[in-house]
Nanobody, 115 residues
Framework: QVHLVESGGGLVQAGGSLRLSCAAS????????MGWYRQAPGTQRELVARITSGGTTNYADSVKNRFTISRDNAKTTVYLQMNSLESEDTGVYYCNTAPNPFAPWGQGTQVTVSS
């Protein structure tokens, strides 16, 4: 049974930083491309960053050069370091397989950026 548990969100001022974590279980994590998705209020969920099993990363233009995705295969955990946060980054952040989300969604973690 697959479980994805996101954590690390919170309220931060514009220009600040947060580090999100996602602990995964029930999947072959070390060989799976993982991603972070964001759902802003009133919008569809979008993929903002992904990382392959070999560590190759890819970012949406809106977060490029501000966000960094990383993974620890031994801990079956994927991270998202978010710097220079903007109000547009506000939303619920989820992790899942990427670029297609095959696993059941976790509860997500709320990120709120105040301007």
């Amino acid at each position: 049974q697959v479980h994805l548990v996101e954590s690390g969100g919170g309220l931060v001022q514009a220009g600040g930083s947060l580090r999100l974590s996602c602990a995964a279980s029930g999947i072959r994590f070390s060989i799976t491309t993982m991603g972070w998705y964001r759902q802003a209020p009133g919008t569809q969920r979008e993929l903002v960053a992904r990382i392959t099993s070999g560590g190759t990363t890819n970012y949406a233009d809106s977060v490029k050069n501000r966000f960094t995705i990383s993974r620890d295969n031994a801990k079956t955990t994927v991270y998202l370091q978010m710097n220079s946060l903007e109000s547009e980054d506000t939303g619920v952040y989820y992790c899942n397989t990427a670029p297609n989300p095959f696993a059941p969604w976790g509860q997500g973690t709320q990120v709120t950026v105040s301007s």
